[in-house]
């Protein structure tokens, strides 16, 4: 009588072992594919992040390009720097209409970046009056957001070949908000005098999805 060996199976240790293996393999495999996913997303958040901040520094740019020119507002201020905060007075031109004056504001409110505008007006006494009322934050205008998760805005000014933290000395106060005010205007002997207008901002935006703070430099004034 012949006997045939019976086919041998794997035992339960070899099951065990196999299983153990398969488990470790998976476990490996989710952790690199989770590290993707993570990456990604980290990625296109600072990817939104930035173009974000790129359209906010555009809006900025515009502003600084049409800020008012001195001769306009005469003693009036027309710059106000303060802690995370921004103030202007721009010219809007609309087409077939006379040019008028505006006062923009950029604040971070609660992790925001919020740009203001006040209705334009022609009149000086009633920019007087939107001025007041955009630096006591009595504005009742709606604001804009530009971009979320903002930490932190630093601003400095060109004046004189060099850039100023926080703007121009002659106009700071106690609090440190600097307030562009007139200067003098240099007599006959004083021709080579230098000017404390500003020429230039620039403007840091900290953010919290980026590491470092994203810096643009504008010109104030058509370029």
Known sequence: MTT??????????????????????????????????RARVALTQQ?????GMQLAFAQMQSDCEHIVQRDVVDQRPYLLIGADSLTLVREVFTENQPSRLQVVAY??????????????????????????????NGDTNPSVALQTGVTGMQVA?????????????????AAGTVQVQPQPQPQ???????SNEPTGLQVALQSQNLQQPMVKSFLLGEP
């Open 188 to 194: 006959p002997d004083q021709a080579a005098q230098v």
């Open 107 to 136: 604040r971070i409110v609660n992790g925001t970046l919020m740009r203001r505008e006040s209705q334009p007006v022609r009149d000086l006494v009633q920019l007087d009056a939107l001025w007041q009322a955009v630096t006591s």
């Open 4 to 37: 045939h060996p019976r086919p041998r199976g794997f035992t339960l240790v070899e099951l065990l072992v196999a299983i153990s293996i398969l488990a470790i393999v998976a476990v490996l495999g989710w952790r690199g594919l989770d590290g993707i996913v």
């Open 157 to 173: 000014t060109w004046i004189n070949n060099s850039w100023r933290q926080g703007g121009v000395d002659p106009g700071a106060n």
């Open 47 to 51: 990817m939104e992040t930035t173009r």
